[in-house]
Each structure stands twice: as C-alpha cells, then as structure tokens.
C-alpha cells in the first residue's frame, strides 16, 4: 500500500502562485509516476501533469504548459506541483495519484492505484 498526502491548496487572486506537495509513503517499490489530477465543480476529473518516480521525465495538459510545473524530491519521497500564472479556471480540487507498473497512460486516471485526499485551490478573479 501507498499513501499519499497532500498540502499546499489556497486561495489566491488571478496571476498568483501555489505550490502544492504529495508525499508518499509505505511501500513504494515498483511505483513508476506521480501525477495531478483536479477536478472543479461539475466536471469530471482532468489530467493536469505527470512525473516519474525518479523525477526524469514529465508531461502536461495542453491547458496548464507552460505554467505549472511538477517535480519529484527523491529523498522526501515528495512530488510537487508549481502553479505559476493561475486563472479562475485552474479553481479546482486537485489530487496527486500514484503508478505502479509501466506501460500504462498517464493521463487516465483509471490506471492509477492510489489517491491523496484532494486539496482546494481556488483562484479569485
């Protein structure tokens, strides 16, 4: 088992900066990728970023590119989500998710085997 715990959410005015943290624990081996999912009001749940377990490799939302940034400390075990330029439309329950095994889309939040508690953040305009 992985738990994932999460910090970080807020309240922030449009053009503002978080930055969200994911720490796993428990048995991590053969966790391959930690990733962001968010989920606002009314709509299902959207892929933000992806990073390996080692941190090597990332991919992104078309809708967050250039904004947001994701990165894994290694020794803390610990995934981050720099959220630079928010929009009233990032305004969102965001979740980290964890991997196990290879070979699976990223972006598919079925495929994940385990889920932090979700962490608001809401941009003001």
């Known amino acids: 088992q992985v738990q994932l715990v999460e910090s970080g959410g807020g309240l922030v005015q449009a053009g503002g900066s978080l930055r969200l943290s994911c720490t796993a624990s428990?048995?991590?081996?053969?966790?391959?990728?930690m990733a962001w999912f968010r989920r606002a009001a009314a709509k299902d749940r959207e892929f933000v970023a992806a990073v390996t377990w080692s941190g090597s490799s990332t991919l992104y939302a078309d809708s967050v590119k250039g904004r947001f940034t994701t990165s894994k400390d290694n020794a803390k075990n610990t995934a981050y989500l720099q959220m630079n330029s928010l929009k009233p439309e990032d305004t969102a329950v965001y979740y980290c998710a964890a991997l196990r095994g290879s070979g699976a889309s990223w972006t598919n939040p079925a495929m994940y085997n385990y889920w932090g508690q979700g962490t608001q953040v809401t941009v003001s305009s």
């Open positions: 428990g048995v991590t081996w053969g966790t391959s990728a």
